[in-house]
């Protein structure tokens, strides 16, 4: 009798679908058979896709043919070294400026802080084909305003986007316009974390500025400089948007980026296998260097 | 245990996404071209861009549904690496979501025949055969699979000469018609820069090495598909260039606005290039009309060829095109029709490939923009004379390696020499094509 007794019971709690425990899975799952669908079986594809490639039409398995086919590929290390070039010039400058910038807004001496914190903001979230068409106005040789100007004060043309040089530079001009301002506000946000009580004891012991800058901002930063570095250090290796609305990789593929490579190996050229070899290829790269970025600042 | 079942659960559904694309049919219909007009009945879909689009929807289609009322047709402006991506795309998923007519460029087509044998419909097997002689040999033979089948309807083509300032060689003296060789064309060149100041002719890419090449019969590739970049040709070519840039003749003009806005500023006084040219200048230069002229391209050496073409395209039919009979007699009709085949040359400036077009009088007709010269007419007479050379499937990247060789070469000093033998060695790793040499 006992036993007929529990078991209508436990047959009913069987039948719940809907219980607190799978309530959270219920709940994430649309989202995560999107992000399988979209995000994981891509990456997954990709993988195996760049262990294959393209014979009549067919994606056949080639073993390890993409990886040492890039390995001797010139143009592959020269987009990689223009990568370099503009992760090592590019991104000190910027994060510079973005510090500089942000201790001034932070500072109580300036007004109309909304303003300025919204104007170093705005690049970053203006379409950046819109903004190519003004700057390679604002860039041309014969037409350009900013030739106009050097002209005007008696220096000469600069070929700003036909020259190899030149175009690595204003390159490096655009990309740090555009995001120096989104590590400023970043880094705002980090300044505002620190204790007051640090500066008011500088203060009291007699720190200079320039001391409470060196010796308490950036060493308080340096969670958030690190992250700065490293997003930015991402978005170099990831920088297409630019080259390829300024100078289409050129001249002489002075301004082609690993990314831009692999869009071109991708989908003009539509060899996918190579594409997705060279895609792994940046996501050991990006790997590697955040590991060393991360090594670096926890043992200093 | 709740891990391996997530992941069997992902394998297999990793495993359905990817059988998703594996689908295929094969279906045969029977394909047979009504001979009353009317009796061809269905709905189409037309993917082309630009002027091509504009033409298919504003020129042709009124008059197709004049002959064939029953076949409803809708042409898609889409922008040309849209169309090129969305084929591919298409292809790659065995041929969905196709149209049933698509716009494809003649060195464009082996890039996706060779990936996709089956990609496109064989025209002849349709009857396309009976139009062949009716239009120019390069062109058909740049359309033609290995087989000798014609896959794609032949539309317009871009014969080559040399736009010129009329007002500036009557200025320094030189008369175009003397003008045989590159020889003459660069002492020529010495005496316009002497007097101008400014440079004889700009170019932006590998165009003008890809003309030269096609001029002399020869191209990136042999006719079996080995990379041919040092043969004697490409050599006599790029000395020609070399000669050119050491007499301070040739600039380097960036793109294709750097290229327009040169001619329209006078800083060159000659443009080796297609008959397309002109719609351009028509539209952006209206000052300098009746200030332009053109020439035949210079031969190599006397009595060489003097015809060369840049670009051009053609009508396709997808091989999964679900209306096929209604898509040829679409395609044909765009391709055949002289009136228009001349509507497409007054309206949209494409030159048509269509040789019986070339008796129409518009083309003896004296053009005021060029100077009073019978313009399309002396392009016309080049047309027989171009020789047919292979787009093999690698043309895109050799496009890139050359472009990029060229710029070295223009703006790094590189010598023109050295631009073959890099543009090799670059080829042959890029795309493991083999050297015919």
Known sequence: MLETGTNPITIKKKKQF???????????????????????????????????????????????????????????????????????????????LAVILASVLNSGLLRMKGFYRVAFFTPAITSLVAASIIFVLLLNTDYGLINYLLTSIGLEKVRWLTDPFWAKVSLIL?????????????????????????????????????????????????????FTFVMSTIGSFQLFDEPYNLTNGGPNNATITITYYLYNQGFSFFNFGYASAIAYVIVLFIAVLSWIQFKVVRND | MRKKY???????????????????????????????????KGDITVWAWALEANYLEKDVLPAFNKKYPNVNVKVEHIGVDQVYQKVSAGLSAGGSGLPDVVQVENNRIHSFTEDFPDAFTNLSSLGFDKHESEFSKSKIDGLQDKDGNIIAAPRDLGPVGVIYRTDIFEEVGIDPASIETWDDYIEAGKKVVAHTGKAFLGTDSDGLLRIMLQQQGSYYFTEDDKLDLTSDAAKKAVDVLQKMKDAGLIIYTNNWDGQVAAMKNGEVATQPGAVWWSGTMIEQMPELSGKWGMFQLPAFEEGGGRASNDGGSALAIPSKSDNKVAAYVFAEFASTDVDSQIKALTNRGLFPALLAAYEEPIFSEEQEYFNNQTFFKDFADTVIDIPSVNHSSAELELRSIMTSQMEAFLLEDKPAAQILEDGKKQAEQQTGLASSN
């Open chain 1, 18 to 96: 809907i219980t607190p425990k799978t309530v959270p899975y219920i709940f994430v799952g649309p989202a995560l058979l999107l992000f399988i669908a979209f995000t994981v079986y891509p990456i997954i594809a990709s993988f195996l896709l760049s262990f294959q490639t393209k014979v009549a039409g067919v994606y056949t398995f080639s073993g390890f043919a993409n990886y040492t086919r890039l390995f001797s590929d010139p143009l592959f290390y020269k987009a990689l070294g223009n990568t370099f070039i503009i992760l090592l010039v590019q991104v000190p400058i910027m994060l510079f």
């Open chain 1, 174 to 226: 655009v990309t740090t316009w555009r995001w120096t301002g989104y590590n400023m506000v970043i880094l705002l946000a980090g300044l505002q974390n620190i204790p007051h009580s640090l500066y008011e004891a500088a203060s009291i012991d007699g720190a200079s500025t320039i001391k409470k800058f060196f010796y308490i901002t950036i060493p308080q930063l340096k969670p958030v400089l690190l």
């Open chain 2, 6 to 40: 997530a992941f069997i659960l992902f394998f297999l559904f990793t495993m359905v996404l990817g059988a998703c694309s594996n689908s295929s049919s094969t279906s045969t219909e029977d394909l047979t071209i009504p001979d009353n007009p009317e009796d061809v």
